[in-house]
Structure formats: C-alpha cells, structure tokens
C-alpha cells in the first residue's frame, strides 16, 4: 500500500487531529516499524464514544499495516480511585468484561481484534527501568506542567489530589516510549500527555524511540469525542469559543447513563435513550444525535442511511451523506423524532453482534454488575 493511501486511512473520520501529519508521513517514508497504542482507564461500562470510536481507528490502522496495541491502565485507573481504587477488581474487570467488550467494538466496525495486542499496565511497570522512564520524563516537565496536565484524569486544577495523581501524566508518557510507540491514540480530551510526549522527545537518556541513529517523535492521534444525549449546561450555545468550552461537560459520560448509549444495551434501552436526546429542531452544529450520524453512520461515505417515515409525513427518505441529512434537518423537511428512531434502528443493529456475544458469555457482565461503578 502506498503512503497516500496509508495517510488517508490513518487521518480520515473519526481522527480530529494528527500532531503532526508531517511527522507521521516522514516516519512511514524512512520505513520505521509503526507501532500503535491506547490507554484505557478501567471504570465503568464501553459506551460508544469509547468502543466505537477507538474500534473505528484501530480498524483503519489495521488497514494501513500497523500494529495496534490497546493497554488496559490498571495501575492509572487505581491511582484515579476507579471502581473503589481496588487494584485487584480493576485488573479482573480489564481482563474480562473489557478486554472482550474491546474485542466485539472493533469487530463490529470492521477490524480485527485478534491482530490487537491487549497488555495490562502492571505487566510492564512492575519492570525496574520503566520508573527510569518516568523519572526521565519528570525531570523535563515542570511541576506547573504536571499541574495543568491532570484534567486528563477528568481532575481539575485546585481540586484537592493526593500526591500519586501527579505522576500519572508523566506514567502516561513513559508508557508511549517504554512500550516503542509511534502512534500515540486517545480521545482529544487526552491531547496534554500527549503534548508532553512529543515535546520531550529529543530530551529522553531512557527508552527514547530511535532509528536507524535518528531520534524520533511519536505521532499523536486524536480521535472525536461523541457528544452525550444530554442537554448542554448552557443553551443556546452562542460561539464556537463556548461550544469549546463546554464541550468536555457535553461528551458522552459513564457516570450519566442516559447521556450515553453502552454496547451491550438492549434494543428498548437503545430506543429510550435516544428518545430522550437533546435533538433540538433545526439545530446542526450543537445537536448530539446529528453528531452520532456523522462519526457512526456516515464515518464513510457514500453510505445509504433510511430514515422511514409515514406517507402523510414525506414516506421513507435515504441519504447517502452527511451533508444532505445536515441541509433536510436544517430546513425542517426532518422531524427530530424521526432522526432520533432511525438512529436507534441504525443502532440496535450495529450492535447485535456484541449483545449476542454477551448473551452467550454473560460472566464479563454479570461481574461488573457486582462492582460499585465510582466517576
């Protein structure tokens, strides 16, 4: 496959960012061994911002020839207090309920799960020279850094932390460059740590990412955020500027079920949920059910997505872009309850494969109905 088509595939839906693209093209022209990775903290249930929208880019990387990897964060998500801060629970749920429930979203948007790596965190920190890493990291960022840098625990700056939280960003780091990353993957919500590690890159003594001589960056991808079902703290939402800053209040969230749909979610719970949507008439740019279409349904286009309907209200419509479901809600010519039934049929289906997997292998989600879900 030539670099085009490997750059298109790496940087199309849903990527929201590449730092940087010319990075990213120079290490595949120099024929570095492309390496990816994403880490996940172990918490609550995959919603689909989680499932979906990293099964969709580990498909596309597949595709492009790379090696993917996904790190289940036990020790991140114990110094993060989730699921009570028990490390042994969050390491049983990692290697079970999420670890296959990983596998069925990449499955069901087209990838391979048997070629992703699954790796538990304390299989690597409890080496002796991945502390070197972090301690090399440490000493390049500043405590102020370091400070700013735990909003990607969902923290905020003056909340009162214990002292082990202010290692996790430079843990975040260490794990891209212990493990040889080349392709660091999360959400934008974890673009800091990232940030940090192509910043240090040129400053690293310990496993610094080399070849052939050179000293390498990695590549960080981003990929979008699907915002929650959930009404918007403040609306009319009249800015860009604003939407930016509510929008990490707007994504989708665990720990507000009805903003969030769960892979494993019955068809009538699917139906509820996105009868319950923020789905404002004619509104576009702010409207979650819309932004749902764009990064599920129409992730590529062409597609043919129906929307049926009654003849006495315009009968079955098809559209096979965004940009023409966009323009009909826009002008009115879409009712928001039709939008938000032929979402949740879209849906429903997508996700019968891994309800069917759960049904037949019920154990992953009997424990975690066992555990106290913690933010």
Known sequence: MDIEKRMELIGRKPTEELLTAENLRHLLEVGVPMQ????FEISGYIHLGTGLMAGAKIADLQKAGIKTKIFLADWHSWINDKLGGDL???QKVALSYFKEGMKQSIKVMGGDPEEVEFVLASEILEKGDYWQTVIDISKNVTLARMMRSITIMGRQMGEAIDFAKLIYP???VADIYYQGVTIAHAGMDQRKAHVIAIEVAQKLKYHALEWKGEKLKPVALHHHLLLGLQEPPVWPIESEEQFKELKTQMKMSKSKPYSAVFIHDTPEEIKQKLRKAFCPAKEVKYNPVLDWAEYIIFREEPTEFTIHRP???GGDVT?????ELKRDFAEGKLHPLDLKNAVAEYLIELLKPVREYFERNPE????MREIKITR
């Open 36 to 39: 990816h990775y994403i880490g």
């Open 170 to 172: 430079a843990m975040q």
């Open 88 to 90: 042994e629970v969050i």
């Open 319 to 323: 559209y096979t872009t965004i940009e």
């Open 364 to 367: 992953p989600l009997e424990l």
């Open 311 to 313: 003849a006495k209200f």
